[in-house]
């Protein structure tokens, strides 16, 4: 953790990190946990939990600003590439693993007009409108060319809706599911999109190339290309993964089966980003397909230990990103432009409504079931900026150093006005919209190890309304009927053409639940979600 810093110049001499500091940072992160379990235990969702983390991590910053000298400053600063190489992939690790694949895949439409066409919209009304306003001499960005102005629509389009899905997700909220599907659906990918889009508007600033309009196509293509080839990278290496615990004996090792699954999973991410690659898009699918076929093929015990590993992993990592950027607060050295954050925030309120509402209309024009008023709003409501944007900004490089400043401290600002302005707001409006299901139609939050069961599935498509696809019911109520594959999917769809070539070809070779896994655990499973439906009434 010695490595952790924001300045933009790098320090030659990195230094001991010291006891003193290590127990400094151990503290902080106790004082978090303890903030996280207050919260949840009072219920007191208008300080978010990454909100607390902030306050602690500026409190901290100032007594050690006001305590200590320089260079006890310089061991609690923020390097991007800790971020990008050490904590962000535990963090999308646990999102993808233990996400419902079901609820992702039925929206899946929905979800990439969210977070593909809608960053891309989000980017370039930002961009362009923090290039009008550096025209207008309004703010120290370049003036000279939008990259600058595009690299920071970039990075401040990347969406972070923890407190936002933290409170959706309580059963006491009852929620509809669609909702948590969209917004969780999109803040993942979205993160992927923006950062993929930061680096090809930086390599074109580092290029000194003059960006013109016919470049945007290019620009297109190649997001296109890095996304393609990094899903296949995640995809591969995610089955070759599979394969080797379903080979080999390791699953009566458990210590070097959670140990195999930790080097795949940082492997997968190093090996995009040394191709040139997006390590979050690959380390994403990688996620999922571990989960739909890897989790088969481990034991009982590493099972439970790896799902909780990687939660803990994710979260502390959540954890010493907010208070790293609490602490940086009074860290930085850079100067602040209270202009550009005034600007920046009105930018990003406008450009997250170019995003949710024209493209909730685009996606309600295949939707059996439709993304009402209410939810649109919520999603717009839903558009807090985080970790992802501060740690590009901190890899600026190309430009004006006043610009490169500027950007840093207007992101940091717009975060935290976000997280505690939005964040803190969110069970508000949640109440004020009435977004709560009735009790005849609120479902349950499934065990992730039920997520295959096709008799869950079909129960929760009834539940909660369906999603993009139509999906046939069965034909007699049989329980063998609730797990064939032609009597859940319409024949002749790419789902059940899909179901076929995996059940036939895929499973036996990599690992997966079977007809039999879940002729054998229907029955219980079914039993249990209908004593927690019970306990809801």
Not at 174 to 197: H, K, M, R, T, W
Not at 281 to 300: D, G, P
């Amino acid at each position: 953790m010695a490595d952790l810093r924001v300045d933009i110049e790098p320090r030659d001499d990195p230094g001991n990190f010291g006891a003193e500091h290590a127990l400094l940072l151990i503290l902080l992160l106790f004082l978090c946990t303890v903030s996280g379990y207050i919260i949840r235990q009072k219920n007191f969702y208008y300080l978010p939990e990454s909100g607390a983390h902030m306050l602690i991590g500026i409190v901290a910053g100032g007594f050690i600003r006001l305590l200590s000298s320089k260079s006890d400053l310089a061991y609690i600063q923020f390097n991007p590439s800790v971020f990008f190489f050490v904590l962000l992939p535990p963090i999308i690790f646990e999102a993808g693993y233990t996400m419902k694949k079901k609820r992702f895949f039925e929206n899946v439409f929905s979800i990439l007009c969210y977070a593909i066409l809608g960053t891309f919209i989000s980017t370039f009304v930002i961009g362009f409108l923090t290039y009008g306003a550096a025209k207008m001499g309004m703010i120290s960005i370049d003036a000279t060319s939008p990259l600058q102005a595009l690299l920071f629509g970039s990075l401040i389009s990347s969406v972070d809706p923890v407190a936002t899905l933290a409170i959706i997700g309580k059963p006491e909220m009852q929620c509809d599911p669609l909702l948590y599907s969209l917004v969780f659906g999109e803040s993942v990918l979205n993160d992927a999109v923006a950062i993929v889009l930061f680096h090809v508007f930086n390599k074109y600033q580092g290029s000194h190339e003059e960006f013109v309009g016919s470049d945007l196509g290019w620009v297109l293509l190649e997001f296109l290309g890095i996304s393609f080839f990094s899903v296949l990278v995640g995809i591969c290496v995610g089955l070759v993964c599979s394969l080797v615990f379903k080979k080999t004996n390791i699953s009566s090792y458990h210590t070097y089966e959670v140990e195999l699954l930790f080097l795949f999973t940082f492997g997968c991410f190093a090996l995009a980003e040394i191709w040139k690659l997006s390590g979050v898009v690959a380390l994403f699918f990688f996620a999922i397909t571990l989960s739909h076929y890897n989790y088969y093929n481990m034991s009982e015990q590493s099972k439970i230990s790896s799902t909780y590993v990687f939660e803990a992993l994710a979260k502390g990592s959540e954890s010493l990103v907010f208070l790293y950027m609490g602490i940086s607060v009074f860290a930085s050295k850079a100067t602040w432009d209270i202009i550009f954050l005034i600007l920046g925030i009105i930018f990003c309120i406008f450009g997250r409504a170019c995003n949710i509402f024209p493209m909730s209309l685009l996606a309600n024009l295949r939707r059996r079931k439709k993304i009402s008023k209410k939810m649109q709003f919520v999603m717009f409501f839903a558009g807090l900026r985080g970790a992802v944007s501060y740690a590009l900004s901190t890899q600026l490089t190309a430009g004006n150093k006043r610009g490169i400043e500027a950007i840093q401290t207007t992101t940091m600002g717009i975060i935290i006005c976000t997280t505690f302005i939005l964040g803190g707001s969110t069970e508000y409006v949640l109440n004020r919209l009435d977004m709560k299901r009735g009790a005849d139609t609120a479902s349950v939050t499934p065990n992730p190890n039920q997520e295959n069961a096709y008799a869950y599935q079909l129960h929760e498509d009834y539940a909660s309304g369906g999603g993009e696809s139509t999906e046939a019911a069965t034909a007699n109520g049989s329980l063998t009927s609730y797990f064939l594959p032609d009597s859940i999917v319409q024949r002749g769809s790419a789902h059940y053409w899909w179901r076929r070539f995996d059940d036939t070809y895929m499973k036996p070779v990599f690992g997966g639940d079977t007809v039999l896994t879940r002729l054998a655990e229907s029955s219980d499973n079914i039993e249990l979600e209908r004593d927690q439906e019970l306990s809801y009434t």
